[in-house]
């Protein structure tokens, strides 16, 4: 049997680690799909047109150990303003999710337009600094040169994108539970976040 989580939120808000604890708690699989933007992006950045890198998108692709870079990043937040690039990947994140056993996806547009009928929605977001501190420090863990300033513009660049795009938009889903990590822990997250879940599955 299905059941779907569908997890969406602005960049650096946590719902990558929220996703993979859900994911390990439940015993479900996990899909990050801005690997797929990611992955999209990252095939332009050597001059293949968006619409054909993401038809030619390969399950090796999402293994490629450079996808985290911010230029992927940028590049990632382009090609998925491209309504045809989001078409071409609808089917695989829909099969994803039907997958017998249970399943999470995060993303941005998982609970209002991949799987508007997700058993668990929920909206991670959290303060832009936090959200830049946390990103800067992610980077800077892997070596990385940039500063606070930098990964700051580069984050609310990016969501302005995601949001003011017209095809599928950074944006709650009408029944989605709100998660703010603000000034919460990643355990305090993580615990919220299974809650939710449980209180669905559970019927409570
Ligand atoms: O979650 P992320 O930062 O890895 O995503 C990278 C970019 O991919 C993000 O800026 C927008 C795009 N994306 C999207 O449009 N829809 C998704 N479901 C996931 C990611």
Redesign the pocket.
């Known amino acids: 049997m299905s059941f779907t989580v569908a997890i969406d939120g602005p960049?650096a808000a946590g719902k990558g680690t929220v996703a993979r604890a859900v994911a390990a708690r439940f015993g479900f699989a996990h899909l990050?799909?801005?690997?797929l933007?990611?992955a999209t992006g990252r095939r332009t950045l050597d001059g293949t047109e968006p619409v054909e890198a993401a038809r030619a998108l390969l399950a090796a692709d999402l293994e490629s150990d450079d996808l985290r870079t911010a230029e992927v990043?940028q590049a990632?937040?382009r090609v998925?303003a491209v309504p045809e690039v989001r078409a071409a990947l609808v089917e695989f994140q829909r099969a994803f999710a039907a997958r017998s056993g249970g399943a999470v996806l995060d993303?941005?547009?998982?609970g209002t337009v991949i799987c508007p009928d997700a058993e668990v929605k929920l909206f991670v977001t959290a303060s832009d600094d936090v959200r830049a501190q946390r990103r800067l420090d992610e980077l800077l863990s892997k070596g990385a040169e940039t500063d606070y300033d930098t990964v700051l513009a580069e984050l609310r660049q990016?969501d302005e994108r995601?949001s003011a795009r017209a095809t599928?938009p950074l944006l709650p889903a009408a029944d989605a539970v709100l998660l703010d990590t603000t000034t919460l822990t990643i355990e305090g997250a993580v615990e919220a976040a299974c809650a939710e879940v449980a209180r669905v599955r559970d019927g409570t």
């Open positions: 960049a990050d799909t801005g690997l933007y990611r990043a990632a937040s998925a993303g941005r547009d998982i990016r995601d599928a």
